[in-house]
């Protein structure tokens, strides 16, 4: 695809529930970022994937938040048992592999935007 | 750890007048910076990067910033703006090992007035 996406683009959900975000990348992006934005605020870095594997998820905020991205490309959010402060718009990011003293763009998606109620 | 912060949460302006977006960061080690804008529904676009060299950053659509150090500061500016120029504006740090971890600031909302 021409871009990274995400899909639903919107997420209703009653808390307790269990939802999954997933996040297309762009063909060839090895590298892939979960990022949560909540109402005013700017993005924070949830987690990082260098191929299939979780190479940072130092910002996931705790053990009701799990991602994966079993084939290196696709990747899911997946929340349990979810709270109304889980309400944010979850945003995803690809880039070529970063590479040592270099940096590859990061492509964001347009954002899932997730409303516990 | 870094942070960054955006002095301005919302900054008007004329069309044709120049514009300033405010950031400072912290951190105890290099980083890159970044000003990504976020035009309404859309996803976050990246306006310009200072990795190293020049500390005068061209970026698209007219925009350029200016690295810091010593004030730890990379302000976005623009001489002179459209009204396709509104949109949100956020400033970013990566640690120059973590790529592209950002840590973003709050935002600067940017509403050009004809």
């Known amino acids: 695809g021409a871009g990274v996406s995400q899909t639903p683009s919107n997420k209703v959900t009653e808390k307790g529930k269990y939802v999954e975000l997933r996040c297309d990348p762009i063909s060839g992006h090895t590298a892939l970022y979960w990022y949560r934005q909540s109402l005013g605020q700017g993005p924070e870095f949830l987690i990082y994937?260098?191929?299939?594997?979780?190479?940072?998820d130092s910002g996931l905020p705790n053990d009701r938040f799990f991602a994966v991205r079993p084939e290196g490309s696709v990747s899911t959010l997946k929340i349990q048992r979810t709270e109304r402060g889980d309400s944010a718009v979850y945003l995803c990011?690809?880039?070529?592999?970063?590479?040592?003293?270099?940096?590859?763009?990061?492509?964001f998606g347009q954002g899932t935007r997730l409303t516990v109620v | 750890a870094q942070s960054v912060t955006q002095l301005d949460s919302q900054v008007p302006v004329f069309e044709e007048a120049p514009v300033e977006l405010r950031c400072n960061y912290s951190?105890?080690?290099?980083?890159?910076l970044f000003w990504y804008v976020q035009y309404p529904n859309q996803g976050l676009q990246l306006l310009l990067k200072y990795l190293s060299g020049s500390t005068l950053v061209k970026g698209i659509n007219g925009f350029e910033a200016e690295f810091n150090k010593s004030q730890t500061s990379f302000h976005l500016r623009k001489p002179s703006v459209h009204i396709s120029d509104t949109a949100e504006y956020f400033c970013?740090?990566?640690?120059?090992?973590?790529?592209?971890?950002?840590?973003f600031g709050g935002g600067t909302r940017v509403l050009v007035k004809p």
């Open positions: 970013a740090v990566s640690r120059r090992t973590a790529g592209n971890k950002l840590t």
């Open positions: 994937f260098q191929g299939t594997g979780a190479a940072d």
């Open positions: 951190s105890s080690v290099s980083v890159y």
């Open positions: 990011a690809s880039s070529e592999n970063p590479g040592q003293g270099n940096l590859a763009e990061a492509f």
